[in-house]
């Protein structure tokens, strides 16, 4: 599986992207799938993450409410709609995509597969 996030780019607080993530190589259609993020001198940290149907999210406590996950199956495409941007959410944003079988995850050792990342840079 190969996986290539794209969308991000520099917006001023309070706009909006939304953030892209390619499958190919293999269908992920039975994997759940994550985005997390990378500040500078940071953790890589989760962010969102969809079950393989669609049918369940989980998002972190710091992006509820402004950020909304889903997918498109028939086009192997995950999307991350990222609104209320502030600075503090300026990171590199990466797709993952969990092993097969499991449940969606905030931990990073379930997912197998990691896109190459995307930088989001938020200006106050």
């Known amino acids: 599986v190969q996986l290539q996030a794209s969308g991000g780019g520099l917006v001023q607080a309070g706009g909006s992207l939304r953030l892209s993530c390619a499958a190919s190589?293999?269908?992920?259609?039975?994997?759940?799938m994550g985005w997390f993020r990378q500040a500078p001198g940071k953790e890589r940290e989760f962010v969102a993450a969809v079950s393989s149907r669609g049918g369940t999210t989980d998002y972190a406590d710091y992006v509820k409410d402004r950020f909304s996950i889903s997918r498109d199956n028939a086009k192997n495409l995950v999307y991350l709609q990222m609104n209320s941007l502030k600075p503090e959410d300026t990171a590199v944003f990466y797709c993952a995509a969990g092993l097969a079988g499991f449940a969606y995850s905030r931990r990073p050792n379930v997912y197998e597969y990691w896109g190459q990342g995307t930088q989001v840079t938020v200006s106050s």
């Open positions: 190589g293999r269908t992920v259609t039975n994997r759940a």
